[in-house]
């Protein structure tokens, strides 16, 4: 059973850094790569992240030079580091993956950036 568990959301105040977390099992994490999205209200779901099974990672033009993501192959983890958060980064962030034909995502971690 492929089962992904976000964590680390919370409230923020602009200029500060998150890490989010995404566990991971089901899956051969290796092989896999894994995905961050997220949703503010009223928005479409916005594609944030993407790291490869061997590390390569991609970033929307939005998070690209604040955001960072990596992985911990023996924890079957990825990480979302957010820093120089704003308060257009408020959102559900929530991590998905590709198994065998299928996509998995999440329930995400709700992170608010306010003052």
């Known amino acids: 059973q492929v089962r992904l568990v976000e964590s680390g959301g919370g409230l923020v105040q602009p200029g500060g850094s998150l890490r989010l977390s995404c566990a991971a099992s089901?899956?051969?994490?290796?092989?896999?790569?894994m995905r961050w999205y997220r949703q503010s209200p009223g928005k479409e779901r916005e594609w944030v992240a993407n790291?490869?099974?061997?590390?390569?990672?991609d970033f929307a033009d939005s998070v690209q030079g604040r955001f960072a993501i990596s992985r911990d192959w023996p924890k079957n983890t990825v990480y979302l580091q957010m820093n120089s958060l704003k308060p257009e980064d408020t959102a559900v962030y929530s991590c998905?993956?590709?198994?065998?034909?299928?996509?998995?995502w999440g329930k995400g971690t709700l992170v608010t950036v306010s003052s």
């Open positions: 998905t993956t590709n198994w065998r034909g299928r996509s998995y």
């Open positions: 089901g899956i051969v994490f290796s092989r896999s790569s």
């Open positions: 790291v490869t099974g061997d590390g390569r990672a």
